[in-house]
């Protein structure tokens, strides 16, 4: 009976480590060869036991033990996932485009499976930004012979990864959208040379469609343009031709030097340098795709957004774009909240890398694999105002009248704090010592007045409110205030929606605003879906016309700086803006006040 019992109890742990196993292939994405082989080590392991291991000695079935799970091990490492590039279009797809010329040459792209809408991935334009060209303004893109099969989409720029395991656990617990499958078990590729865009389109011939251009967010450290929530395919459907790009991130795209200065009197903006470029690009290039270059709509999210704005007042981007699409950031405060510094800050921080690295000059800098650097993540992440993309700051720009856009969409998420504060929220204990370490004295005793908290409840849900205040929609508070200042019509959003995945946290939005939730997905219902439609709507007359407004939609009024949004929640509809006491303390603050 104690045999029978101790049988069944070895059964049990037996199968809860082979599940432990096969979860860990699932979520690391090894290849097919790893399961194959597992599933022959487990077999092999409970035929050993049945056979052998049960009468065994101790130190016999302690060695079985140890050979088993180093056979494991040893799989792990025969399966690890390789490096592939990303398809242009998921799964079947319709086949080749036909041959577009551009200025560098001939390239094709691929077919939607249903022949709808043609994707050009990974054209070049710019040269590989390596070598001596590191830290350099982006070069003209050099042609290519034959033909291009724009088929598969560039590597990110340069960035730490993460484990394949993280990024599913990722998956699971912050996006509740992870989906088994054998058809993803490969990684995406990473590289300094990644100066490649994107574009979608609707299928055939076709002349003077709006475009849109689109800079991914990630911190200006991470990020990637094929994320599925940001698409160009559900717009391209609907006569919009989508262009997005990578562009140089972290270290190699806001690293900030003297001795760069010299050499072309700019350093520190890499990065929004490969986004001027690529606009350049779409205004040369676009209309052999269909597309009309004086109808060109800039958009971004979180740190693409504060790219867009900062932009918005570049002289180098003048004429590039019409109107400007900011979701979840800007840098237009007068003391911008993050992504974003002054030049002798920059070049401080330039100058400790050097030292960090015993590097003399930028050459020896260069000479570093990009592999040494990347991790360079919270030193140069940074726009900077170097004089030359951004003669004085954004505020001041609007300040003086100096700005590129005609008219602006803009907004901000109800719980835009939620992903950054998640494991540092606040309780009654150290709800204060967070708020006097954010506001100076008086400002500190202030917000504590505005937000009292008597239970832990109130106090994280304060510190929530005051974060994403004070991080994200503070700046989009003052980018509005300088659009009626200059005369600018400006539509202003509050995303709330709750749904299944992320919800109304910071980037929730763009899966509807985009029109990418998909149809088989149980994470949003009937009401995700027709929030979705009425957004996109909004959207596309935006894009197309500068006013959001059309047949069938709630009215959405530009600004008149009577602190009202379009809240686009359960229902569509103006209500007041959030934050607006909260807002007057940091004009205080920053000696911004408007009376």
Same mark, same amino acid.
């Given at each position: 009976m104690k045999n029978g019992k101790k049988s069944v109890g070895w059964w049990i742990v037996f199968a809860l480590i082979a599940l432990i196993m096969?979860?860990?292939?699932?979520?690391?994405?090894h290849t097919i060869l &790893?399961?194959?082989?597992?599933?022959?080590? /487990? $077999?092999? %392991?409970?035929?050993? +036991?049945?056979?052998?291991?049960?009468?065994a000695r101790r130190l016999v079935r302690f060695g079985a033990w140890c050979a088993f799970f180093g056979l494991f091990a040893g799989i792990l490492?025969?399966?690890? #996932?390789?490096?592939? $590039?990303?398809?242009?279009?998921?799964?079947?797809?319709? &086949?080749?485009?036909?041959?577009?010329?551009?200025?560098?040459?001939? /390239?094709t792209g691929v077919k939607t499976a249903d022949g709808r809408v043609e994707v050009f991935a990974g054209v070049p334009y710019a040269k590989p930004p390596v070598g001596d060209l590191r830290w350099q303004p982006p070069r003209q893109a050099e042609p290519w012979q034959g033909v291009l099969a724009a088929d598969h989409f560039a590597p990110m720029s340069m960035q730490t990864t993460n484990l394949p395991i993280y990024d599913s656990l990722v998956r699971i617990?912050?996006?509740?959208?992870?989906?088994? !499958?054998?058809?993803?078990?490969?990684?995406?590729?990473?590289?300094?040379?990644?100066?490649?865009? +994107?574009?979608?389109?609707?299928?055939?011939?076709?002349?003077?469609? #709006?475009?849109?251009?689109?800079?991914?967010?990630?911190?200006?450290?991470t990020g990637q343009p094929w994320y599925g929530d940001y698409s160009g395919e559900s717009l391209a459907r609907d006569g919009v031709i989508v262009v997005n790009m990578g562009y140089r991130l972290g270290i190699f795209g806001f690293f900030a030097d003297e001795e760069l200065m010299a050499e072309d009197g700019t350093t520190g903006n890499y990065g929004l340098l490969d986004q001027i470029a690529a606009l350049t690009w779409v205004r040369e290039n676009i209309a052999a795709f269909g597309g009309d270059p004086d109808n060109v709509t800039l958009a971004g999210e979180s740190a693409g957004s504060a790219c867009v704005t900062a932009l918005c007042t570049s002289p180098l981007a003048k004429g590039l774009f019409r109107r400007a699409v900011g979701e979840s950031s800007t840098v237009t405060a007068a003391q911008p909240a993050h992504s974003f510094r002054l030049l002798d800050d920059a070049l401080a921080a330039g100058q400790k890398t050097k030292e960090k690295y015993r590097a003399a000059t930028v050459a020896d800098l260069r000479a570093l694999p990009a592999e040494t650097i990347v991790g360079e993540l919270s030193a140069h992440h940074h726009i900077t105002v170097d004089g030359y993309v951004l003669p004085q700051t954004p505020h001041d720009a609007y300040a003086a009248g100096a700005h590129n856009e005609e008219a602006q969409l803009h907004g901000f998420n109800r719980e =835009?704090?939620? #992903?950054?504060?998640? %494991?540092?929220?606040? +309780?009654?204990?150290?709800?204060?010592?967070?708020?006097?370490? $954010? %506001? #100076?004295? =008086?400002?500190a005793d202030r917000v504590l007045a505005?937000?009292?908290?008597?239970?832990?409840?109130?106090?994280?849900? +304060?510190?929530?409110?005051?974060?994403?205040?004070?991080?994200?929609?503070?700046g989009h508070y003052c980018w509005e205030r300088q659009a009626l200042e200059n005369g600018i019509p400006s539509y202003v959003y509050h995303f709330q929606k709750n749904n299944g995945r992320l919800g109304a946290w910071h980037s929730g939005e763009e899966v509807y605003l985009y029109g990418n939730i998909p149809?088989? !997905?149980?994470?949003?219902?009937?009401?995700?879906?027709?929030?979705?439609?009425?957004?996109?709507?909004?959207?596309?007359? %935006?894009?197309?016309?500068?006013?959001?407004?059309?047949?069938?939609?709630?009215?959405?009024?530009?600004?008149t700086g009577e602190n009202q949004v379009l809240s686009l929640g359960e229902d569509v509809a103006m209500t007041p803006a959030p934050y607006r006491a909260l807002y007057e303390i940091l004009d205080d603050m920053y000696n911004t006040r408007q009376d």
């Open positions: 096969l979860a860990v292939l699932e979520l690391g994405k &790893g399961w194959a082989l597992t599933l022959i080590v /487990l $077999a092999g %392991f409970a035929y050993l +036991n049945r056979k052998k291991l049960r009468t490492w025969v399966s690890w #996932p390789p490096v592939r $590039a990303v398809p242009a279009v998921a799964g079947r797809n319709g &086949g080749a485009t036909a041959i577009v010329r551009v200025a560098q040459g001939d /390239l617990i912050g996006y509740h959208d992870y989906a088994v !499958s054998l058809n993803d078990n490969y990684r995406t590729p990473v590289s300094e040379d990644s100066l490649y865009l +994107n574009i979608w389109k609707p299928a055939g011939e076709a002349e003077k469609l #709006p475009v849109l251009v689109y800079i991914h967010g990630g911190s200006l450290q =835009e704090s939620a #992903p950054f504060i998640l %494991f540092s929220q606040a +309780n009654l204990k150290n709800y204060e010592s967070k708020v006097r370490a $954010a %506001f #100076p004295g =008086e400002y505005l937000y009292p908290a008597g239970t832990d409840t109130e106090a994280r849900r +304060n510190w929530a409110d005051i974060y994403s205040a004070v991080l994200f929609t503070y149809a088989d !997905s149980s994470l949003y219902d009937a009401g995700d879906r027709e929030l979705s439609r009425v957004m996109k709507q909004y959207y596309l007359n %935006f894009i197309r016309t500068g006013d959001p407004n059309g047949e069938g939609l709630p009215a959405w009024p530009a600004s």
